[in-house]
């Protein structure tokens, strides 16, 4: 069966800091990988998606960077935090080359840029 | 891009009631998902219901779809404690799925 794993859970960073979350899927290969951030009580923003090794797509400019170094690895990072970056983020998979099929999400990564 | 907002924003209903919550979106879609967050937790797909598609049905569960209206419904029937969430519609377009804002439902004991 298929799992995503996705960590740390918490994380609690200086503004200025660099940042790097790691999304992991197991028992699928070649899927779509998405990082969503969700701000309190809101809906889910997207923020990068990718079809394939190394094939990133920017949703929206931001202070963020996202790389995919392998089939199933999918990586969020920044060079120095902004206190806009605080949120909840999350990655999600779907197995459907053509899109729009279901994803199955991470537990998330609470952010706290202070 | 695309987006679905829910309405209403939120919810609170007593267990055993039915809870009912919409969906509408702005251009033509593939599909329309529904999702569920509990609190600090990822999303979990509920159900997808396709264009051709007027009604679905998955336990508890019926959505509706109305394409003319570019709208859709998620009823829960019987609610329990246990449905207490956030509820998300999700559209299609491309490689990816817009969410809109969700409606918090609280199930009272």
């Known amino acids: 069966s298929q799992t995503i794993h996705q960590w740390p859970a918490t994380l609690v960073q200086p503004v200025g800091s660099p940042l790097s979350l790691e999304c992991t899927v197991e028992g699928t290969s070649n899927p779509n990988l998405y990082w969503y951030r969700q701000a309190a009580g809101r809906g889910l923003q997207l923020l990068f998606y990718?079809?394939?090794?190394?094939?990133i797509s920017s949703e929206v400019p931001q202070n963020l960077s996202a790389s995919r170094p392998q089939d199933r690895q999918f990586i969020l990072s920044s060079k120095k935090l902004l206190l806009s970056d605080s949120g909840f983020y999350l990655c999600?998979?779907?197995?459907?080359?053509?899109?729009?099929?279901?994803?199955?999400f991470g537990s998330g990564t609470q952010l706290s840029v202070l | 891009s695309q987006q679905g907002e829910e309405d209403p924003q939120a919810l609170s209903i007593q267990e055993g009631e039915n809870a009912t919550m919409n969906c509408s979106y702005k251009t033509s879609i593939n599909n329309l998902q529904w999702y569920r967050q509990n609190s600090g937790r990822g999303l979990v797909h509920l159900i997808l219901i396709r264009s051709n598609e007027r009604e679905k049905h998955s336990g508890r569960l019926r959505v509706t779809l109305d394409t003319s209206k570019k709208s859709s419904s998620l009823l829960i029937t019987a609610s329990r404690a246990a449905d207490t969430a956030s509820y998300f519609c999700?559209?299609?377009?491309?490689?990816?799925?817009?969410f809109g804002a969700g409606t918090t439902v609280t199930v009272r004991a």
């Open positions: 999700a559209t299609d377009e491309d490689y990816k799925l817009s």
């Open positions: 990718s079809v394939g090794i190394g094939q």
């Open positions: 999600a998979w779907s197995a459907e080359q053509s899109g729009g099929e279901k994803l199955f």
